[in-house]
């Protein structure tokens, strides 16, 4: 399985950015998907997941801004991220953990596949 991250890209404070994460090989509709992000000097943190079937969790840092969605079809994953502002700026990855049920959370550290990153910059 390889997972494939864009979208990234520098953005004005409160401007808008979609992510994707397309994913090839495995059975994309049984992994469960997380979207982390790590900025300079500090640790990688989860931004936001999504359960096989669609139900979505997000970090308060990013609550009520990010949305986080699905094609199974297209084997992508996508983060919409609005109202950005400069504690934003880092390198955006997205993960995969393939699961035989659906389940609500998936430790960082469980997770099986990792994209390479993208780097997003919020900046005037």
């Known amino acids: 399985v390889q997972l494939q991250a864009s979208g990234g890209g520098l953005v004005q404070p409160g401007g808008s950015l979609r992510l994707s994460c397309a994913a090839s090989g495995g059975t994309f509709s049984r992994f469960f998907m997380g979207w982390f992000r790590q900025a300079p000097g500090k640790e990688r943190e989860l931004v936001a997941d999504?359960?096989?079937?669609?139900?979505?969790s997000y970090s308060d840092a990013v609550k009520g801004r990010f949305i986080v969605s699905r094609d199974n079809a297209k084997k992508t994953v996508y983060l919409q991220m609005n109202s950005l502002n400069p504690e934003d700026t880092a390198v955006y990855y997205c993960?995969?953990?393939?699961?035989?049920?659906?389940?609500?959370?998936?430790?960082?550290?469980?997770?099986?596949?990792w994209g390479q990153g993208t780097q997003v910059t919020v900046s005037s």
């Open positions: 993960a995969a953990k393939p699961v035989i049920q659906s389940i609500s959370a998936v430790p960082q550290h469980l997770y099986t596949y």
């Open positions: 999504i359960s096989r079937s669609s139900a979505t």
